[in-house]
């Protein structure tokens, strides 16, 4: 078959174009027919076009003799659109795997009227050991929902509403012989406390320069890496009746006795590719960056190949320079290769009302505190001033007074105007007296004017008025 369903990316692509992409992992491609499993066959060979196959197994006539059309996928790709954003996830906070999914408002509104679960079991015909009701109380619109898992199994059967065949995820690995491989999982985030959620590799590929954690089910056993390698510290750790060892580890280069290794635990290992977000400044929710404008400006240092590596077609790929590109953005683009992956969400701008905070100005010698909200700064920093406490207020401290978190009013001392001459102390009565009469300018006749009051003069004569406090400071020969 020519097409196939991605799962990664959420949309029909050609075999050729997956190809040329390096888009080899396992489960990754749907038959659009049947649903089933299907990888590509024929990518280096001189005698058959590059096609999808399903696994050894689960052939069809019809499914194997199908060419198909992007429009007819579609179909595939919305009832599937669920199991896409199935993930499973390891908190070193709480030392606790977790499974995650997202519903759209559509299918909640559609699951919650018919009072669906999502259920996991650890056994395809055992009772489920997870089991949520799909409605507003446990999941929101388009935002992941983590649940904990406190059961252990090799492999756990994710069923969805609307769908009759489970679908089956491996988080813990051992090969048909029952020799135990270590999970790996990709580092996320990590807080300032150094805590981390690191997300499972579901390919067989693993990249340098990229955080990982190795994560054994059962006793560790020692890793013969090379050089070119970064171990962290080994964690020890318990959960579902069962003991953990897990390492923090990053890929800085190739070497012989490091693939030896990992091929041992079928895995390879590869150079990184990067991508960034240069335009518009986004915030990131989950694992999506919300876009809020109908294009987006990015670095990439991989060619994005329309319906290959990238959820969009040719028209919406703009090459601007060397590895920046402008992709337009409709409502979700997917962007994957290698260990790099992007999803961009167009979101419409929204200003959501605010009551807007005035900052009150308040000149005093003294303050004392009313509350416990009051602060004091000055040259040697600032300190929480308790209710009822009185401070003097000079030129070089100020009191900031805060209303749940939010600056409401400001104390400084009187300013003293003696110190203050020519253009500064001028400025300083226009901020503070506004009262103004018409300029005469045979007012100023007698008067040894200077420069300062000079240049306001001419500044008024402009507008022809002139203000009265400061007329007054010119005529006594202040200003």
Known sequence: MRLAYDRILSVCVDAETAASSG????????????????HICAADSMYQVTHFRHRSGNNNVECENYLGNRSAIRTIGSIKYAQDKIEFYFSSFTKLFSV????TAEELSEYEQSRACFQIRADSDSQPIISKPIDGAMFLPNV??????????????????????????????????GYLFPSIFKMQTEDGTGHY??????????????????????????????????????????????????TPVTFTQKSVQTEQQLAKWNYRLEANETVTLLWPPSSQIDDSIAIG?????????????????????????CVIGEGLVKISISRTTKIYK????????????????????FVTEIASNSYTAQDEDAYLFNRSGAIRLSNGTTMPITASSTVRHYSFGYLDSVVKAPINRD???????IEDILKSYKRVEKLVWSDFDQIDISDDALNYLEACDRTGMINSAAKRFIEEGRI
């Not at 110190?419 to 102390?425: D, F, K």
Request: aromatic share 14%; hydrophobic share 35%.
């Open 338 to 357: 290698r260990n790099v992956e992007m999803i961009l969400s167009r979101v419409e701008d929204s200003f959501p009302e605010y009551q807007k905070i």
């Open 293 to 317: 404008a109908d294009s987006a400006i990015i670095y990439s240092s991989f060619e994005l190949l329309a319906y290959g590596n990238i959820n969009v077609g040719p028209s919406d790929i």
């Open 419 to 425: 110190s203050l001459a020519g253009g500064a102390l």
């Open 100 to 103: 995650s999914v997202t519903f």
């Open 197 to 246: 959620r690191a997300k499972l590799i579901r390919s067989e590929t693993l990249y340098t320069n990229t955080p990982y954690l190795i994560v054994f089910p059962h006793y560790f056993q020692k890793c013969q890496f090379g050089d070119g390698i970064v171990l962290g510290d080994i964690i020890q750790f318990r959960t579902m009746d069962r003991d953990f060892v897990a």
């Open 144 to 177: 992941s929902t983590t649940i904990l898992i406190s059961t252990f199994g090799w492999k756990y059967n994710i069923s969805f509403p609307n769908d009759e065949n489970s679908r089956q995820y491996e988080l813990f690995r051992k090969d048909p012989q």
């Open 23 to 38: 888009g080899f992992e396992r489960y990754r491609y749907e038959c659009a027919c049947c649903g089933e499993e299907v």
